[in-house]
């Protein structure tokens, strides 16, 4: 009996044809000439290697903004896609039949019903990149501008990405088969040593806490830690910059730390004050029409002054004597739009940054590798709002999700359980995956949040929950010391046996949750 054909799609080698847009109105098809692709003061290499293809980019004579790479040939249908996302995810991953308009950042994989296949871009790309696949073809396109406008690389050679690919194994349980795709991705990925769990303010506060809040939910971590397991952290949120409240930070990292708990701390590093010399200023034009987030001022990273002014911030957090550093909201600050509403262009039109010779991708990962080298090597890096496939190998640990909510259970399933279910392959093969905050609130029914709190547990990604004193109670202690007891076990991540039918896998390797109860999904914006 002859064996059923291979479905997985051959990248690894010459592509069949590339294309360069300085502005998507001014294409430019490129003639090949042996492994490079030329016209009018623009050259891209595509060289086929082993096992990848590396793409280099230049153009001394124009400002591009976009390479479309095309590899045509026949696509086996009834395949199931999944793509990635540009930095947090939305609720909107998922396995999908054949979408030729599909974006797909960064990778995206395919299974036939018994083989799962990885396609994607090495970690540290220099252009921004999304796939998209089709009946006749797949494509990869290299957003290469800087800001919105196009980038001015005069004379040097950009490596904007390297293609890898992984070919799988008939029969391979596909989530392992697409956490080692990860791993070929990511050859030196920076995992968190240990288990990363503890107590965060935010949704019980939201911002309006206090120092004598944040020793009880140290005292909290401290009760949780089970017999012989690893310190929890305490990670304070935003608000904390209320010096009526917080009178004294190194005081109070060493106050915690002195209930056997670690010091954490949540930072927007690019935001600006007002009156801040406005050409240390990222553009407003970022927003395009959005210009009611004028008022959100942000360091441009590519002004020396204003790097000078982020690492000032980040070494107080340090001489403070917070463990860990969460950073948010830089990839907004910088780009101006949310991973949700970027598509196929980051950000808008029209605009630059500062230094105009580099990326946007370029910038991002140069501004990630700066708040390594200024935080030091000892401090754990969880980074939020952030591109994973730009700071795999710099940061600890990843927010793969967008929020979770202590007031909406809706969010939570939404944006929780999706984010773990289709980026837990990237769990130690990036960086440790969070998923967010497990909030134990009166507003949130706790028959939902304990089945959040037993999968994000058993999950083996980060466990960090968010308590409202009023809603603890006898039941919730005990669960709450039985989840970080099997978080500091490091389970191992399972397969759920619905990956590929829901956006919220129910069945889990043996284990059971119901996240719609009841009443359903809330089919409102939330």
């Not at 054949?98 to 252009?127: K, N």
């Not at 710099?394 to 984010?419: H, L, P, Y």
């Not at 990237?426 to 709190?453: K, M």
Request: proline content about 6%; glycine content about 10%.
């Amino acid at each position: 009996m002859a064996s059923p054909a291979s479905t997985y799609i051959d990248l690894f080698r010459h592509p069949d044809s590339v294309m360069a847009y300085a502005g998507l109105e001014n294409a430019m098809k490129l003639a090949r000439i042996g492994t490079r692709w030329q016209a009018s003061g623009v050259e891209v290499e595509a060289s086929p290697e082993a096992a990848k293809v590396a793409i280099r980019v230049s153009a001394p004579g124009a400002a591009l903004t976009q390479i479309h790479v095309r590899w045509n040939m026949s696509v086996a249908p009834g395949l199931r896609g999944l793509g990635d996302h540009w930095e947090r995810s939305y609720g909107d991953l998922a396995w999908r039949g054949m979408e030729p308009e599909r974006v797909m950042p960064w990778y995206f994989a395919t299974y036939d019903g018994s083989t799962l296949h990885g396609y994607g871009v090495e970690i540290g790309a220099g252009a921004l990149c999304f796939w998209q696949v089709d009946p006749e073809g797949v494509s990869l396109w290299l957003d290469v501008t800087n800001g919105g406008s196009g980038v001015a690389l005069g004379q040097r050679q950009l490596p904007a990405a390297t293609v890898v690919a992984r070919k799988g194994e008939a029969g391979e349980p596909p989530m392992a088969a697409l956490g080692k795709f990860c791993r070929v991705m990511c050859t030196k990925p920076r995992p968190a040593p240990g288990v990363i769990y503890g107590t965060n303010d935010w949704y019980y506060a939201y911002g309006n806490s206090s120092q004598e809040q944040i020793l009880e939910d140290a005292e909290l971590a401290a009760s949780l830690r089970p017999k012989g397991g690893p310190r929890p952290f305490t990670v304070i949120d935003e608000g904390w910059a209320n010096q009526a409240k917080f009178p004294d930070m190194t005081h109070l990292a060493d106050e915690i730390r002195k209930k056997e708990v670690r010091p954490g701390i949540w930072v927007r590093p690019l935001r600006a004050a007002r009156g801040t010399n406005p050409t240390w200023l990222m553009s407003d034009a970022r927003f395009g029409k959005r210009t009611e987030r004028a008022k959100e001022l942000a360091y441009d990273p590519t002004v020396p002054e204003a790097l000078d002014a982020v690492r000032a911030q980040l070494r107080q957090l340090a001489a403070w004597g917070y463990e860990l550093v969460k950073h948010d909201f830089s990839t907004y600050d910088m780009l101006g739009q949310w991973g949700f509403e970027m598509g196929a262009q980051p950000t808008v039109p029209g605009w630059s940054f500062h230094d105009r010779s580099r990326t946007n991708a370029e910038i991002i990962a140069g501004f990630y590798r700066e708040i390594r080298e200024t935080l030091g090597e000892k401090t754990l890096i969880l980074g939020c709002n952030t591109m994973g496939q730009l700071s795999a190998g710099i940061f600890d640990a990843q927010r793969t999700g967008d929020d979770t909510s202590g007031k909406v259970w809706e969010r939570t399933r939404r944006m929780g359980v999706n984010t773990i279910a289709f980026r837990l392959p990237q769990h130690r093969n990036f960086f440790v995956a969070d998923g967010d905050c497990v909030a134990v609130t009166r507003a949130v029914p706790w028959q939902q949040t304990q089945e959040w709190l037993r999968f994000v547990a058993a999950s083996g990604t980060s466990l960090i929950v968010s308590v409202e004193k009023q809603a603890m109670g006898a039941e919730q202690r005990r669960a709450l010391g039985e989840a970080f007891s099997m978080a500091a076990s490091e389970p191992s991540p399972e397969m759920p046996a619905d990956w590929f039918e829901s956006t919220t896998p129910e069945r889990w390797s043996g284990k059971q949750f119901a996240w719609c109860g009841d009443d359903g999904a809330y089919p409102f914006t939330v």
